[in-house]
């Protein structure tokens, strides 16, 4: 995992990563594991993957993710009437899914 995030600068594999699928699989596993009302990681564990910024939620992240993008285009273009041409599509996209 640490290599992975070395590489890209963020620790979020997709859990169907076809260059280590078993790294896919583990991370998916971590997030099960923390998710569950009797976690099944220590503390220890937990404290290693959030020191290299583990996301455990990524729709929550994903979220935050937009919403950060659209707080910039709103700062920048006084408006949220995002355009759906060129670097902005997906971000109208996804403010259209809100509305």
């Not at 997030?31 to 996301?55: H, M």
């Not at 408006?79 to 509305?99: C, E, F, M, N, Y």
Request: glycine share 4%; aromatic share 12%.
């Amino acid at each position: 995992l640490c290599a992975y995030k070395a590489r890209n600068g963020h620790c979020l594999v997709p859990h169907r990563y076809a260059q280590n699928k078993s790294l896919g699989y583990w991370v998916l596993e971590q997030r099960q594991q923390y998710k569950k009302k009797e976690r099944r990681l220590d503390s220890y564990r937990i404290q290693k993957l959030n020191d290299i910024g583990f996301v455990w939620n990524v729709l929550e992240h994903s979220w935050m993710k937009m919403y950060e993008e659209l707080k910039s285009f709103q700062q920048k273009n006084k408006h949220t009437i995002v355009p759906r041409s060129g670097t902005t599509k997906q971000l109208a996209d996804w403010v259209d899914d809100r509305r």
